[in-house]
């Protein structure tokens, strides 16, 4: 059995973390990296792609704080890697 989480399951803990997302898009890598050692235990590697104006004027290692905090508790048992793309939601002249 699986111990890495469900793209719901951290869908469900980021827009709880980051209710003014507007764009929210997780895609699954595990099987990209079978055989890799962090991955034999079954822990996931995930790709966040993420706007929300809350990350308006934040430099880049706060955006990326803010969905590390929401995930933190998996890290590295049940998610072994995430890369972030955390940016400002564009505004409606943009």
């Given at each position: 059995?699986?111990?890495k989480?469900?793209?719901?399951?951290?869908?469900?803990?980021?827009?709880?973390?980051?209710?003014?997302?507007?764009?929210?898009?997780?895609?699954?890598?595990?099987?990209?990296?079978?055989?890799?050692?962090?991955?034999?235990?079954g822990?996931?590697?995930?790709?966040?792609?993420i706007?929300?104006?809350?990350?308006?004027?934040?430099?880049?290692?706060?955006?990326?704080?803010?969905?590390?905090?929401?995930?933190?508790?998996?890290?590295?048992?049940?998610?072994?890697?995430?890369s972030?793309?955390?940016?400002?939601?564009?505004?409606?002249?943009?």
């Amino acid at each position: 059995m699986s111990r890495k989480p469900g793209i719901d399951e951290i869908r469900a803990r980021l827009v709880a973390a980051l209710p003014d997302a507007t764009e929210l898009v997780i895609d699954d890598d595990s099987a990209a990296h079978v055989g890799h050692p962090g991955a034999a235990g079954g822990a996931g590697h995930f790709r966040v792609r993420i706007r929300a104006p809350r990350f308006a004027g934040m430099p880049v290692m706060q955006r990326h704080r803010l969905v590390y905090d929401a995930l933190a508790d998996w890290m590295p048992d049940r998610i072994h890697a995430l890369s972030i793309d955390a940016q400002p939601a564009p505004t409606p002249s943009q």
